[in-house]
């Protein structure tokens, strides 16, 4: 293999790229402009960010005190974007898809709540109107709901106030329970009446010791820290990373798709007589292509990131070498994709039907258009076969994961894997003599 | 012809595609400084042929020589002998005159003040120096013709396969075209031009190569080759009365007249002494009462001869 002649097949490709305004715009402009997209759409927003909050409308149709107190605190909560609505508003609403959740506290809440929390009794019934595509909020605000709902009431049933009015109505209900359970809890209902009277006498008296704040109330037993992890204490996860990532792969194994096709369209021609006329070997020529093809899905890749990098703020928490390393094995998974398709190709047409067929297929099971882990389990043990897999999660790995240079030893090894088939593929299908 | 070294030689060359044989044992060589017509209507085989003379093919049997032995492998250095220009534009529409060139000329190890050299030269043989630094893409298809001619003597080869290199040019671009390979003849170089237009052989070639489905059915000079069709001219007539057989007979048995062809008041007659038998033709229709309307003369061509070798011309093949 000659290396001028090496060089000359590389540098004519660069020169027949850059002189195709519309293929440079496709390469370069449109996986930039679909990843902000997607970048934008997936990444986490800030929690006082208002289009990060939920969406949730309530209706009111008790009015009480405990009733107000909770849609307040629905409405304080950071995760939440509380909008006051009658029934019939959210009935309509939620059913046109303006909000995914929406809260209808019955008339009576606030007494039937009370009465029923020491006791069996009449439960009040809340009822969550949901839009069914969107049933993973609807637990977020059921969830919420309960949170806020349980300080509110637990603090009115303990309060020495109102607490004495719910404990006598639910020692009445227990003159019907026989045995020694009823007696228990009349017993520990007693008890907690004392308690009670003792309170409210201390606060009313103002005597030392007595408790100046407010009542005591059920609340969830531990208070829950989240902590994102990643492997680098500096990374914070950027949605834009992923779609960078996922979109730049998409469109290098696209141009793959118009090398491949470029190949195949010099068979057809005069041009491949004029090659193989030349004292130029076929590792020369095939060679020359698929460098100039890497090349070129190099360069894209890198435009795209220096481009996440600067505007979107995409950091590298993991090792720089291994992301040089896995977006260089992506460009060449590319190019070795592109020899792979000239040499099973037959027409142009068809090849480049099926191609765009399979990269869309590939970059989709590979998690590049959304993470693959939202994908059911079975689905993402197939995909551990698939080199965009490989590749994407790579880039993940070594940008917003944070992960060390150790971790993308495996895929990159799985994805040089894939080069080598691919190429060995392409140089024992690829019809020499033309057509 | 410079001398009789046999420079080029296909020996028993065969190819066949499913059951049909595109070319069928073909042998013939070309010595240095020849200039030969491949000769052939489409589908005879000339491709094919050319392609396996080339090595872009491998035959099924037979065996090409360059300079007396095959060529060995992609890299064989004696393809820098051979310039070929394909049938099908072989540049890249979306370069330069100039980086074409360039590409073409790396592949041959061409560098530096050679190849810039070599590239004005052959700029100037196609008359594209002007438009050398325009894309391809923007000449017309004349223009793409010379330069794809261009870039097969680049290399400045020796022997050159033109492989209808005039297809859809218009006349002034095949003018040039034509004047080039005059050039390129007068310089020496060894040239195998392939075509179906038997007036591009009968003007460039010392010597044609006939194929006809596969076979070689003719390999002469282009004076031998007119030869067998007949030796002299033929005569038009347009009469204004028609011709009765014994006209037709008195006509056959005019001394230096070969044959003779009526159709209505349309008479063809070849020569093979038209100096003689024109008058005696003319006199012969006079006194028989006939006059002449219209009346021309042509020579012997290659058209006439396949007509001669195959029963039809080439453009019904």
């Known amino acids: 293999m000659k290396l001028r002649q090496l060089a000359a097949i590389i540098s004519k490709d660069v020169r027949l790229f850059l002189n195709n305004r519309a293929s440079v715009i496709l390469t370069l402009v449109v996986p930039i402009a679909i990843a902000s997209f997607f970048g934008y759409v997936f990444a986490p927003k800030s929690p006082s960010g208002g289009s990060g909050r939920m969406k949730l409308w309530v209706a009111d149709l008790d009015g009480s005190a405990v009733s107000k107190e909770i849609v307040s605190r629905l409405t304080e909560d950071k995760s939440l974007r509380v909008s006051a609505h009658t029934e019939a508003e959210t009935r309509q609403g939620i059913a046109a898809g303006e909000a995914p959740v929406a809260i209808v506290l019955p008339a009576g809440f606030g007494e039937k709540a009370g009465s029923s929390f020491f006791t069996p009794g009449e439960k009040p019934s809340v009822t969550l109107l949901v839009d069914p595509s969107r049933t993973m909020e609807s637990g977020l605000a059921q969830g919420v709901l309960i949170q806020h709902a349980m300080a509110v009431i637990g603090r009115d049933v303990f309060s020495p106030g109102t607490g004495s009015k719910w404990i006598d109505q639910s020692m009445k209900t227990l003159d019907y329970v026989p045995g020694e359970r009823g007696a228990a809890t009349r017993e520990l209902l007693a008890s907690v009446k004392q308690w009670m009277q003792r309170e409210s006498q201390a606060g009313a008296s103002g005597g030392g010791g007595a408790p ?3 009542a005591p109330a059920f609340s969830a037993p531990f208070e829950t820290k989240v902590e994102p992890l990643t492997g680098n204490k500096n990374a914070v996860y950027n949605g834009y990373a992923h779609s960078f990532g996922g979109m730049s792969l998409q469109f290098i194994l696209m ?7 470029l190949l195949l369209q010099d068979r057809k021609s005069g041009m491949w007589k004029r090659l193989r006329a030349a004292p130029v070997s076929r590792a020369t020529v095939l060679t020359g292509r698929a460098l100039s093809c890497a090349l070129i899905a190099f360069v894209t890749m890198t435009i795209c990131w220096g ?9 590298v928490h993991g090792s720089w070498a291994g992301f040089i390393l896995i977006n260089a094995a992506s460009a060449l998974l590319a190019a070795s994709f592109a020899l792979m398709l000239a040499g099973i190709g037959r027409s142009v047409e068809a090849t480049r039907g099926i191609a765009i067929f399979a990269v869309l297929i590939l970059v989709m099971l590979g998690g590049a258009w959304v993470p693959s882990f939202i994908f059911p389990e079975w689905l993402q043990n197939i995909t551990q076969f698939i080199p965009t897999r490989w590749a994407v999660d790579g880039m993940d790995g070594m940008t ?7 971790t993308v030893v495996v895929p990159l090894l799985s994805l040089t894997g894939c080069i080598a088939l691919f190429g060995v593929i392409a140089w024992w299908r690829f ?3 033309g057509e | 012809m410079d001398d009789n070294t046999i420079v080029l030689e296909a020996a028993g060359l065969t190819k066949s595609y499913g059951t049909l044989r595109a070319v069928d044992g073909i042998s013939f060589a070309l010595r240095r400084g020849e200039c030969a017509g491949l000769l052939g209507p489409n589908g005879a085989g000339k491709s094919t042929a050319i392609a396996m003379i080339m090595g872009h093919l491998t035959p099924d049997a037979g065996t090409v020589r360059i300079e007396g032995s095959p060529l060995s492998g992609d890299c064989d250095e004696r393809k820098r002998r051979l310039g070929l220009v394909p049938q099908d534009l072989a540049i890249y529409e979306d370069l330069s005159a100039r980086e074409n060139l360039r590409f073409f000329g790396a592949l041959y190890g061409l560098e530096g003040r050679h190849l810039a050299e070599r590239m004005d030269a052959v700029l100037g043989i196609a008359g594209l120096r002007d438009r050398a630094g325009d894309r391809a893409g923007r000449y017309s298809g004349g223009m793409k013709r010379r330069l794809n001619l261009a870039a097969a003597l680049l290399h400045d080869p020796q022997i050159l396969l033109l492989d209808e290199p ?3 040019v218009d006349p002034q671009s095949r003018n040039s075209i034509f004047e080039a390979i005059e050039a390129l003849r007068a310089e020496g170089k060894t040239i195998l031009y392939t075509t ?3 007036e591009e052989v009968e003007r460039l070639c010392h010597r044609a190569v006939i194929m006809d489905h596969g076979h070689i059915i003719a390999d002469d000079t282009v004076a031998g080759l007119k030869a067998r069709g007949f030796s002299g001219r033929r005569v038009v007539l347009e009469t204004d009365a028609s011709l009765t057989d014994s006209i037709t007979e008195g006509i056959s048995g005019i001394a230096g007249i070969q044959s003779v062809s009526v159709s209505g008041q349309r008479l063809e007659v070849e020569t093979s002494d038209f100096m003689d038998a024109a008058p005696a033709l003319l006199q012969h229709l006079r006194a028989q009462g006939i006059g002449v309307s219209h009346m021309e003369t042509e020579s012997a061509s ?4 396949f007509l001669s070798l195959t029963g039809r011309t080439i453009r019904d093949s």
């Not at chain 1, 481009?307 to 950091?315: I, L, P, T």
């Not at chain 1, 917003?400 to 150790?406: D, K, V």
């Open chain 2, 302 to 305: 290659l058209e006439h001869a």
């Open chain 1, 212 to 214: 100046s704040g407010p």
């Open chain 1, 307 to 315: 481009f996440a990098m600067v505007v979107c703020g995409v950091r």
């Open chain 2, 166 to 168: 005039t297809v859809g």
């Open chain 2, 196 to 198: 179906h237009y038997m």
């Open chain 1, 400 to 406: 917003w994961r944070g992960l060390p240079f150790s």
């Open chain 1, 431 to 433: 019809r020499w003599q």
């Open chain 1, 255 to 261: 141009f793959g798709i118009e090398c491949a096709v």
